[in-house]
C-alpha cells in the first residue's frame, strides 16, 4: 500500500495522521524540525504549542467549547490529550504543555501505521495522496511550491506570543488568586493596578522599541491575536476594556475590583511556570524586560520566555479549496490547518481532523461524507472554502458560523445552548454513519 504523505507534524498534521492509520490505512508523517526549525518553536516535539497553553473555553455557551465536545465523541488523538494533561484554567481547558506534547509525540512514535521522517520537504509528491499541513510557519522553500501549485497570492498576517514567566518570582504579597465572577475557583493570579499605575504601563507600552518589520513584509495582525502594544496605541483606555478588563475579579484585600488587571494563568501541571494572558507582544526583548517587570508583582520577575513576533502564512482557500478540502485541479493535494485560513489550536486539529477523514476516502476511493453544517466540525470545515475571495481573512470557530435555530431564543445563552444541543444531537448521527 502506497502511504498518504503528511507534510507538517503539528495539531493538524498530527491528528490527520491518526484518522486515517485509524482507518487501517498507511502514512508517511513528514516534520522539519530539528533539522530545521522555526522563529517560534523550541523543541523538536510534535504539536507543541507556542503562543499560549489554553485551548480557551470549555462551556457550550462558547462555540470552542463545543468544537472541543464534538472531536472528544469522535475519538480526536488532540483532545484525549489534552483532557489528559490538563491544568487548573478557571471556565477555560489549558494544559501542560510540554506533558501534552510528549505524549502526542509518542503516540504517534508508537502506531504500527504512521512512520515519523524529521526532514524539510521541499518538493510536493504528485504520484500519491499528499496533505499539506505545514502551518502558518511554512518553509520558504515550501511555500514557493504551495504559491506554484494554488496559482495564488500568499496572504500572511503577523502572529505575537505572549511571555512566560517563573512562578517563585511573582511577589504573591502584590497579587491574588481569582477567577472572573469566580467561575471554576480561583485558578488565576491577578495582578491589580490603580488608575495612576495603569496609565503609566499604557504610556511605557506604547513608547517602548518594538520589533521592525522587513521593508518587504505587510503588517497585517490577526485581530484575535493583536500585539498589546497595539491595542494600547488605539486609546489609554483600550486595555481596561479589553485584556486588563477587572470586572468580576474583586481584591479580596480591599473588597472591590481594581482599576485595571493582568492575568497570569498557569502553564504547567506544577504550577511553575505562568504566562501574562492577552499579552502578546512585538516589544524588543530588553523593553520586554523593563516594561513587564512595572507591573505590580512582577518587579522581580524572571522570565522563562519571552515574547516574539512572526509572519504567519495562510492560502487564499476560497479561491483554491473545495468542500473536501482538496486542491482545486489536483485533487491529489490536500490542505489541513492553520494554512487554510483556520485560526487557534483547536480548530487546527479540528482542521486536521477533518482533512485526515476527507483523505482517507478519497484513498479508500469513497465520497467523503461532511458533517451537518449544524455542527461546529461543519461550520468550521464550510468557513474557507465559501468566504469572500476579496477579502478572506483566518476565522475562529464562533457561532455566527452556524445556520439559524427554526425557533427564535432571545437569550443569548439560552440560544447558544441550543445551539449546541442541536449539533451534538447531529453529530452523533453524523459520526455513527461516517464509521459504517
Same mark, same amino acid.
Given at each position: 500500500?502506497?502511504?498518504?504523505?503528511?507534510?507538517?507534524?503539528?495539531?493538524?498534521?498530527?491528528?490527520?495522521a491518526?484518522?486515517?492509520a485509524?482507518?487501517?490505512?498507511? $502514512?508517511?508523517?513528514?516534520?522539519?524540525?530539528p533539522?530545521?526549525?522555526?522563529?517560534?518553536?523550541?523543541?523538536?516535539?510534535?504539536?507543541?504549542?507556542?503562543?499560549?497553553?489554553?485551548?480557551?473555553g470549555?462551556?457550550?455557551?462558547?462555540?470552542?467549547?463545543?468544537?472541543?465536545?464534538?472531536?472528544?465523541?469522535?475519538?480526536?488523538?488532540?483532545?484525549?490529550?489534552?483532557?489528559?494533561?490538563?491544568?487548573?484554567?478557571?471556565?477555560?481547558?489549558?494544559?501542560?504543555?510540554?506533558?501534552?506534547?510528549?505524549?502526542?509525540t509518542?503516540?504517534?512514535d508508537?502506531?504500527?501505521?504512521?512512520?515519523?521522517?524529521?526532514?524539510?520537504?521541499?518538493?510536493?509528491?504528485?504520484?500519491?495522496?499528499?496533505?499539506?499541513?505545514?502551518?502558518?510557519?511554512?518553509?520558504?522553500?515550501?511555500?514557493?511550491?504551495?504559491?506554484?501549485?494554488?496559482?495564488?497570492?500568499?496572504?500572511?498576517?503577523?502572529?505575537?506570543?505572549?511571555?512566560?514567566?517563573e512562578?517563585?518570582?511573582?511577589?504573591?504579597?502584590?497579587?491574588?488568586?481569582?477567577?472572573?465572577?469566580?467561575?471554576?475557583?480561583?485558578?488565576?493570579?491577578?495582578?491589580?493596578f490603580?488608575?495612576?499605575?495603569?496609565?503609566?504601563?499604557?504610556?511605557?507600552?506604547?513608547?517602548?522599541?518594538?520589533?521592525?518589520?522587513?521593508?518587504?513584509?505587510? $503588517?497585517?495582525?490577526?485581530?484575535?491575536?493583536?500585539?498589546?502594544?497595539?491595542?494600547?496605541?488605539?486609546?489609554?483606555?483600550?486595555?481596561?476594556?479589553?485584556?486588563?478588563?477587572?470586572?468580576?475579579?474583586?481584591?479580596?484585600?480591599?473588597?472591590?475590583?481594581?482599576?485595571?488587571?493582568?492575568?497570569?494563568?498557569?502553564?504547567?501541571?506544577?504550577?511553575?511556570?505562568?504566562?501574562?494572558?492577552?499579552?502578546?507582544?512585538?516589544?524588543?526583548?530588553?523593553?520586554?524586560?523593563? $516594561?513587564?517587570?512595572?507591573?505590580?508583582?512582577?518587579?522581580?520577575?524572571?522570565?522563562?520566555?519571552?515574547g516574539?513576533?512572526?509572519?504567519?502564512?495562510?492560502?487564499?482557500?476560497?479561491?483554491?479549496?473545495?468542500?473536501?478540502?482538496?486542491?482545486?485541479?489536483?485533487?491529489?493535494?490536500?490542505?489541513?490547518?492553520?494554512?487554510?485560513?483556520?485560526?487557534?489550536?483547536?480548530e487546527?486539529a479540528?482542521?486536521?481532523?477533518?482533512?485526515?477523514l476527507?483523505?482517507?476516502a478519497?484513498?479508500q476511493?469513497?465520497?467523503?461524507?461532511?458533517?451537518?453544517?449544524?455542527?461546529?466540525?461543519?461550520?468550521?470545515?464550510?468557513?474557507? $472554502?465559501?468566504?469572500?475571495?476579496?477579502?478572506?481573512?483566518?476565522?475562529?470557530?464562533?457561532?455566527?458560523?452556524?445556520?439559524?435555530?427554526?425557533?427564535?431564543?432571545?437569550?443569548?445563552?439560552?440560544?447558544?445552548?441550543?445551539?449546541?444541543?442541536?449539533?451534538?444531537?447531529?453529530?452523533?448521527?453524523?459520526?455513527?454513519?461516517?464509521?459504517?
Open positions: 500500500m502506497t502511504p498518504i504523505t503528511i507534510i507538517g507534524a503539528g495539531l493538524a498534521g498530527c491528528e490527520a491518526w484518522q486515517i485509524g482507518k487501517g490505512i498507511p $502514512v508517511d508523517l513528514f516534520e522539519m524540525r533539522q530545521r526549525m522555526t522563529p517560534a518553536h523550541q523543541s523538536d516535539r510534535l504539536s507543541e504549542l507556542v503562543c499560549s497553553n489554553s485551548l480557551r470549555t462551556g457550550m455557551h462558547n462555540a470552542v467549547g463545543l468544537l472541543k465536545e464534538e472531536l472528544r465523541r469522535c475519538g480526536s488523538l488532540f483532545i484525549t490529550t489534552a483532557d489528559a494533561h490538563a491544568v487548573p484554567a478557571g471556565g477555560a481547558l489549558a494544559v501542560d504543555r510540554e506533558g501534552f506534547a510528549e505524549q502526542i509518542r503516540s504517534i508508537e502506531h504500527p501505521l504512521i512512520t515519523l521522517h524529521r526532514q524539510e520537504i521541499t518538493e510536493i509528491p504528485d504520484d500519491r495522496i499528499v496533505i499539506i499541513a505545514s502551518g502558518p510557519l511554512t518553509s520558504e522553500a515550501l511555500a514557493e511550491k504551495i504559491g506554484a501549485l494554488t496559482g495564488q497570492e500568499h496572504l500572511y498576517f503577523y502572529d505575537a506570543i505572549a511571555p512566560i514567566i512562578a517563585d518570582s511573582i511577589d504573591m504579597e502584590k497579587v491574588y488568586a481569582a477567577s472572573r465572577y469566580d467561575r471554576g475557583g480561583a485558578d488565576y493570579l491577578n495582578c491589580p490603580d488608575k495612576e499605575q495603569y496609565l503609566a504601563f499604557v504610556e511605557a507600552l506604547c513608547q517602548g522599541d518594538k520589533v521592525v518589520p522587513h521593508d518587504f513584509e505587510k $503588517v497585517v495582525h490577526f485581530e484575535g491575536c493583536m500585539p498589546v502594544e497595539v491595542l494600547a496605541e488605539r486609546g489609554e483606555m483600550t486595555l481596561a476594556f479589553g485584556p486588563m478588563k477587572p470586572v468580576g475579579l474583586r481584591d479580596p484585600r480591599t473588597g472591590r475590583d481594581p482599576f485595571a488587571v493582568i492575568q497570569l494563568r498557569q502553564d504547567d501541571k506544577h504550577a511553575d511556570l505562568y504566562n501574562l494572558v492577552g499579552f502578546q507582544t512585538k516589544l524588543t526583548y530588553p523593553e520586554q524586560e523593563r $516594561v513587564f517587570r512595572t507591573i505590580p508583582g512582577l518587579e522581580k520577575v524572571k522570565f522563562a520566555r519571552l516574539s513576533m512572526h509572519r504567519n502564512t495562510f492560502i487564499n482557500a476560497p479561491a483554491c479549496l473545495t468542500e473536501t478540502m482538496q486542491l482545486k485541479g489536483k485533487a491529489n493535494i490536500f490542505f489541513a490547518g492553520q494554512i487554510t485560513g483556520v485560526e487557534g489550536y483547536v487546527s479540528a482542521s486536521g481532523f477533518l482533512t485526515g476527507s483523505a482517507a478519497s484513498y476511493e469513497h465520497n467523503f461524507l461532511s458533517p451537518p453544517l449544524t455542527t461546529a466540525l461543519g461550520a468550521l470545515l464550510n468557513y474557507p $472554502v465559501t468566504a469572500s475571495v476579496e477579502n478572506f481573512q483566518p476565522m475562529n470557530i464562533t457561532y455566527g458560523l452556524f445556520p439559524a435555530l427554526e425557533q427564535r431564543i432571545r437569550k443569548r445563552r439560552d440560544r447558544r445552548q441550543a445551539l449546541a444541543d442541536r449539533a451534538l444531537a447531529d453529530l452523533d448521527l453524523w459520526f455513527k454513519a461516517e464509521k459504517q
